[in-house]
């Protein structure tokens, strides 16, 4: 069983950043494919980045959403545990429930789509005002 525990949401002005972070549970951290997806209100929930383990703790294959491709940046540190998603230049589209997912098993460009994951986060709230 995978824990994850999202954190970093808030309310901030377009054009402003803010760094979400995913604490995980588990001893194999480093092996997990993670994303970070978003849902809007009256809207689906949506892909928004992904990292996924190539076999090797230094490489890992990321993947973006074209609408946040250059502006977000996922990342994480084995070390803590933690994935986490700079998100610079947020626009008000970007307003959302943004939710960690990990899956102990490599997705590749599977990573993509929330199916495939086996763990969700209870999700943080990002607001972006105009």
């Known amino acids: 069983q995978v824990q994850l525990v999202e954190s970093g949401g808030g309310l901030v002005q377009a054009g402003g950043s803010l760094r979400l972070s995913c604490a995980a549970s588990?001893?194999?951290?480093?092996?997990?494919?993670m994303g970070w997806f978003r849902q809007a209100p009256g809207k689906e929930r949506e892909f928004v980045a992904s990292?996924?383990?190539?076999?090797?703790?230094?490489?890992?294959?990321?993947y973006y959403a074209d609408s946040v491709k250059g502006r977000f940046t996922i990342s994480r540190d084995n070390t803590k545990n933690t994935m986490y998603l700079q998100m610079d230049s947020l626009k008000p589209e970007d307003t959302a429930v943004y939710s960690c997912?990990?899956?102990?098993?490599?997705?590749?460009?599977?990573?993509?789509?929330?199916?495939?994951?086996?763990?969700w986060g209870q999700g943080t709230q990002v607001t972006v005002s105009s």
């Open positions: 990292i996924s383990w190539t076999g090797s703790s230094r490489f890992y294959s990321t």
């Open positions: 997912a990990a899956n102990q098993y490599p997705l590749g460009t599977r990573t993509k789509i929330g199916a495939e994951y086996d763990y």
């Open positions: 588990g001893r194999t951290f480093s092996r997990y494919d």
